[in-house]
């Protein structure tokens, strides 16, 4: 079956540079979440997509910004970067499931390592 | 403020031995819970979750977990460990109707031979 698929799996950038992930969910998924996974810490919730507006937003630094196209994979952008960005960044679809409530089970991409020098 | 915690950053156990990793949530209404598995250098693997019907709920690999209302937890058990059992182990929730999930801080699964 399908994955979520991210690219690319590592990145390395310099202080101040820029870098763009992509996520490209499961077909047939409306819903794109991004999260950010520190060394040693639990993944951080960082923004939300469905239908390409968003849904919801975390603790995501001004400094980023995302969005969803038209084809339902979603870019995050990240400017200036800082050491502190250095991290795991995973990309999770859904679609909603009739009938289901406001369950919809998120399927994980094997995430972006960015690492930041 | 909603939150889920896991007892315990680092839990050993010997190989064979019962494993049993702790979770609890905070919230007025029960979320939908989840235990996830991440292997090293890897992405996040769905063991099993809890929506609504039978609170006991099996997983692959022969995890297994509990939703106990009463005690605001939904913790991880499976019978006898394997090496390959290894791993970091997360409990998540979404709650209130949020579409986020929220992860506790993990839980290092070690195997002894």
């Known amino acids: 079956a399908a994955g979520v698929i991210q690219s690319p799996r590592h990145l390395i950038k310099e202080k101040r540079e820029t870098a763009t992930l992509k996520c490209y969910p499961i077909?047939?998924?409306?819903?794109v979440y991004w999260y950010q996974q520190g060394p040693g810490q639990d993944p951080q919730f960082l923004i939300s997509?469905?239908?390409?507006?968003?849904?919801d937003k975390g603790s995501i630094p001004d400094r980023f910004s995302a969005q969803q196209f038209s084809d339902y994979h979603s870019e995050l952008n990240m400017s200036s970067l800082e050491l502190g960005d250095s991290a795991l960044y995973f990309c999770?679809?859904?679609?909603?499931?009739?009938?289901?409530?406001?369950?919809?089970?998120?399927?994980f991409g094997p995430g972006t390592r960015l690492t930041v020098l | 403020a909603q939150s889920v915690t896991q007892l315990g950053s680092h839990v050993s156990v010997s190989e064979g031995a019962l494993v049993l990793l702790r979770c609890n949530y905070s919230?007025?209404?029960?979320?939908?819970l989840f235990w996830y598995v991440q292997y090293p250098n890897q992405g996040l693997q769905l063991l099993l979750k809890?929506?609504?019907?039978?609170?006991l709920v099996k997983g692959i690999n022969g995890f297994e977990a509990e939703f106990k209302k009463s005690e605001t937890s939904f913790h991880l058990t499976k019978p006898s460990a394997h090496m390959s059992d290894a791993a970091e182990y997360f409990c998540?929730?979404?709650?209130?109707?949020?579409?986020?999930?929220?992860f506790g801080s993990g839980t290092r699964l070690l195997v002894r031979p």
């Open positions: 999770a679809s859904s679609s909603l499931e009739p009938g289901q409530g406001a369950y919809n089970e998120q399927f």
């Open positions: 077909p047939r998924h409306d819903t």
């Open positions: 997509f469905y239908e390409k507006m968003q849904s």
């Open positions: 919230s007025s209404v029960p979320p939908y």
């Open positions: 809890y929506t609504t019907g039978a609170t």
């Open positions: 998540a929730a979404l709650m209130d109707s949020s579409y986020k999930l929220i």
